[in-house]
């Protein structure tokens, strides 16, 4: 997220042509963020898969695994970039859930609560079902940018990205992208989203201008 927010004031600054050496030193930063925050992820999933996270006083996972003899309840829990969702797997014998996660090193896994039962998380690039037929991006009255369940009429906000520089955006943009944005653009599959996406990051308020009071109507 760090690299993102950096990345959104990159363009900004290169756009508006400020300072040359503050937009070298953000390059530098930008990058650096970038590979700060890969290995920070990838840090924490190796240490779930390891069981370095013990919740709740409960053993590691490869433990309660190595020791179980009986079957284990187990879900699969796919993360998609817009929305989740939840496929009950049953009850499954430790060798073969120790080898469903070793063909599988991409997916990180947990014990649940009950101390009896297995969630494993998969992360997907792409969006569910549910949003491929139901996501709309769209704009609030104070001009932020959000992502909604169904139409933004409805105000089913399911994620909000920033807030817009709606007067530049104004007077960059055609009147129909403006119109359509007002009514809710809607998103089908992962290009749309990320071109969507894409386009209208170049019109964010930098975190300056958003603490600054600027009001986008």
């Not at 650096?32 to 920070?40: K, N, P, V």
């Amino acid at each position: 997220m760090m690299a993102f927010r950096l990345w959104k004031q990159l363009k900004k600054r290169i756009r508006r042509g400020r300072n040359p050496i503050w937009t070298l030193s953000c390059i530098a930063l930008w990058l650096f963020a970038g590979m700060l925050s890969i290995g920070l992820f990838g840090g924490a999933v190796l240490a779930e898969r390891a069981g370095a996270e013990r919740d709740y006083g409960q053993p590691s996972l490869s433990e309660f695994l190595s020791e179980r003899e009986e079957p284990v309840s187990a879900t699969l829990h796919r993360m998609f970039i817009c929305g989740e969702e939840t496929e009950a797997l049953g009850k499954l014998q430790p060798q073969a859930l120790i080898k469903l996660l070793g063909d599988h090193p991409e997916w990180s896994a947990m014990m649940e609560r009950d101390g009896r039962s297995i969630r494993i998380v998969e992360q997907v690039a792409d969006l569910s079902s549910h949003c491929k037929s139901h996501a709309y991006f769209g704009i609030d009255k104070q001009g932020y940018f959000s992502l909604y369940d169904g139409q933004p009429s409805e105000d089913k906000v399911m994620r909000t990205f920033f807030q817009l520089d709606v007067r530049f955006m104004e007077s960059s943009l055609p009147q129909e992208k403006l119109e359509q944005l007002t009514r809710g653009i809607h998103v089908k599959d992962i290009d749309e989203y990320n071109s969507v996406l894409s386009t209208f990051s170049d019109f964010a308020k930098t975190a300056d201008e958003v603490n600054g009071g600027k009001q986008a109507y």
